[in-house]
């Protein structure tokens, strides 16, 4: 509907413009995109007609080429006009109306050149939220506001091109990670590590623009089921409380489609985009596989249908973005002479092993930090711990250090503690001043004896 429109106005358009990309996307039908696969070209034109009709909610940029030349497409999607009433800096585009930063999703697709479901996912999410958007739909209103995409559709656009797994040199992307690269039976990881263009611009992208991401999705073809890490071990991962919880809600919710971890679940592979966004980003990553039955092509099912379930997991796992990691809540945080009790609540459905409290001065100078403890996850910790050397000064303020998830690798937050939520013992504030009082009648009573002594 929402495609039939556009058309409609790209040929009213038509009569005044000389874009050559607005003129080869009017003579393609629909049924290229809806009953066949996207080409490298058929997606460049589609990418570009989409930044050109909602430059408020896309953003199209090139961040990288493939071996052969051909642009890495990067879409960015969410409501970049900037909301925030509170005057705030550039930039803002990045930030909730709450002031809060948005969540972040990353999505690749095409690694494997001919596994062509996987990456019409890729292509769907962007269009189910691009397209929900221009149609006014509450649900992705909500979603773009509060959140960014970031769709690299198409990774390995030479291998699409030729129908092959490979990448031009004949190396299968997936296994050129830098996480324990070529330490498992593998076929084909390259020569080291990231010696890829695809996969080296892949892994910059995730270090340089989205390393706070709390999902990451690569989406492949071949057996219809969702992997969670370890591809290299069959041990479950240091945050299988948060995958068995996704597992369990999707298949209690929206679908039947096996979740399991890598290595038990498929095979052991190493150096895998997967492991590699939660063993080095820290990211909640899953690898999901489409069914294989890929090349049934002409039927009258379109792919939007046809990938239906698939895109229902996808929405959900969006939408709930902000429970994928820790959420700690500090309820309250007293201080009673030299012991600190607090009250702190888990949000989130990862748990959470180092946590620390900070206090600073006004001129944000760490003064003190508690000892670690953890909070697992939608859960609460009653905190009990020492606090010989703190002492308060005058506007001295509060923060919750943390990691987002159990993993060495996750990322750390720090976050300020409500104000309102700081308990200073009564009992310890008359408390405080009495050894000084102590002090001072034990040095009077040693001067009256002194005196005394004199006399
Ligand atoms: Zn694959």
Redesign the pocket.
């Known amino acids: 509907m929402g495609r039939l429109l556009v058309a409609m106005i790209l040929t009213s358009l038509l009569i005044t413009s000389t874009s050559p990309i607005v003129t080869a996307q009017v003579g393609q039908p629909d049924i290229v995109q809806e009953h066949w696969y996207h080409t490298y070209a058929t997606l460049t034109l589609d990418l570009n007609e989409w930044a050109d009709d909602y430059p408020e909610i896309v953003n199209l940029s090139v961040v990288g080429q493939t071996e052969m030349g051909r642009n890495l497409w990067m879409l960015q999607i969410s409501d970049w006009n900037c909301f925030d009433l509170l005057n705030s800096s550039p930039g803002c585009e990045h930030y909730k109306l709450d002031g809060e930063r948005k969540e972040v999703v990353y999505i690749d697709g095409g690694?494997?050149g001919n596994?062509h479901l996987?990456t019409e996912l890729a292509f769907l999410v962007a269009e189910y939220y691009i397209e929900g958007w221009a149609n006014g739909e509450q649900e992705v209103i909500d979603v773009l506001m509060s959140t960014e995409l970031h769709i690299l559709i198409m990774l390995n656009a030479d291998g699409n091109d030729f129908d092959t797994?490979w990448n031009v040199n004949q190396v299968d992307l997936?296994r050129n990670y830098g996480h324990y690269w070529n330490t498992c039976d593998s076929t084909q990881p390259g020569s080291a590590a990231f010696s890829e263009s695809e996969t080296l611009a892949n892994s910059i992208y995730m270090n340089e623009v989205v390393p706070h991401a709390d999902l990451y999705i690569t989406m492949?073809?071949?057996v219809w089921i969702m992997l969670y890490p370890w591809g290299k071990w069959p041990e479950q991962p240091s945050d299988w409380e948060m995958f068995h919880f996704i597992r369990d809600d999707v298949h209690a919710k929206i679908s039947d489609i096996p979740i399991r971890n890598a290595n038990q679940g498929l095979y052991p592979n190493c150096g895998t985009s997967r492991d590699y966004g939660y063993g080095v980003m820290g990211y909640p990553t899953f690898?999901f596989?489409t069914d294989d039955e890929q090349f049934l092509l002409g039927t009258v099912e379109a792919l939007s249908d046809r990938l239906g379930e698939e895109l229902d997991v996808m929405r959900y796992l969006i939408q709930d973005v902000w429970y994928w990691r820790a959420r700690l809540i500090v309820e309250n945080l007293e201080i009673k002479g030299e012991q600190i009790s607090a009250h702190v609540t888990n949000l989130g459905h990862a748990s959470t092993a180092n946590a620390t409290f900070h206090y600073y001065d006004m001129n944000s100078n760490l003064l003190w930090h508690s000892e670690n403890f953890g909070v697992n996850a939608t859960n609460e910790s009653k905190i009990s711990m020492d606090a010989t050397n703190l002492s308060l000064v005058n506007d001295g303020f509060w923060t919750v250090h943390y990691q987002k998830r159990v993993i060495d690798s996750s990322q750390w937050v720090e976050e300020h503690i409500n104000q309102s939520v700081i308990i200073v013992n009564p009992a310890s504030k008359v408390f405080l001043p009495a050894p000084s009082l102590f002090i001072y009648l034990i040095s009077v009573i040693t001067a009256a004896i002194a005196r005394k002594n004199i006399l």
């Open positions: 690694h494997h596994e996987g797994r997936n492949h073809t071949g690898t596989e």
